[in-house]
């Protein structure tokens, strides 16, 4: 292995900042101490000049939610022929936007929720849904803007309709899926192990109960009849590929075993950019499939290319 010259983008300008600049710390670290030469950039506007100048082998994007997550960082390393990692432009985008992904994943047999796209201003006093349902920005990561109406609730929550929401105006209404929280990570064309998530003193799997040591317990590997199991790996590799995604991608799943425990496994969306801080859920499924946080970044680092 050569001792290539990485850049390792980070921060961006996403309410996703703060995790970007942990999961980009950790990755440059590590990709140090594997013998790599590293250059740390936090992402601003002058970020095409400063990769133009610095002239790095491969990038690593450990940038996460809008312009590092949805083609545009991708599309500027393409414009300069730098070699990347994670997905491409379109398999980007495509991922970034809820909607559009489940439609596709949707379309290849994947099992999804019934949902509506709807500007939230329009939501009103009236369910769009009949509750539970779940309003969740359509192009948002980290689970920034996520309501969960719950079936006694007369109203939609007023959240959704406030002045100084900051999350778009476009949001998806989804049939809330109860049961357990599930993720698989797909490494290539090779879908990892299952994890089971257990938010600790947290409603659902939230911004807190991701990214503050103890939010969250991560059962790996899932406890799950072989049959479940292997079902959930079939679906992450299949959305994977159906997406176009490159690189390591994490789906999420909710499964209902409440009534059987062949229940209800239904996806929920992909993520091209997994997180990377020290609590993220990628480098511990790696890690049970043998493959030290250090392997996994030096993979990544040499499964980079453009065209992706």
Known sequence: ????????????????????????????????????TVTRVDVGNDVSQV???????VAFN???GPYGEDGTIQGVLEYLQIPYTHSGVLSSALAMNKDLAKRVASAQGIP??????????????????????????????????????????????????????????????????????????VMGDVALGVCEILPVGHA?????????AGGSKHEVPAKLSSNIYQTVQKLALKAHQAIGCRGVTRSDFRYDDRFSENGEV????????????????????????????????????EDASCSR
């Open 1 to 36: 292995m050569g001792k290539k010259h990485v850049a390792v983008l980070m921060g961006g300008f996403s309410s996703e900042r703060p995790v970007s600049l942990s999961s980009g710390k950790a990755c440059a670290d590590h990709l140090e101490a594997e013998g790599y």
């Open 51 to 57: 990769l133009a100048e610095l002239k790095p082998d």
């Open 62 to 64: 450990a940038l996460h």
């Open 112 to 185: 999804v929720a019934e949902s509506r796209v709807m500007n939230r201003l329009s939501i009103g006093s009236k369910h769009p849904l009949k509750p539970p349902y779940v309003v969740k920005p359509v192009s948002e990561g980290s689970s920034f803007g996520v309501v969960i109406v719950k079936e006694d609730q007369p109203f939609p929550p007023q959240r959704i309709g406030a002045s100084d929401w900051p999350y778009g105006d476009t949001v998806m209404v989804e049939r809330y899926v109860y049961g357990r929280e599930l993720t698989c990570a």
């Open 204 to 212: 659902f799997y939230d911004y807190d109960s991701k990214y503050v």
């Open 266 to 301: 239904v996806w929920l969306e992909i993520n091209t950019q997994p997180g990377m801080t020290p609590t993220s859920l990628v480098p511990e499924i790696a890690a049970q499939a043998g493959h030290s946080f250090g392997d996994l970044l030096s993979w990544m680092v």
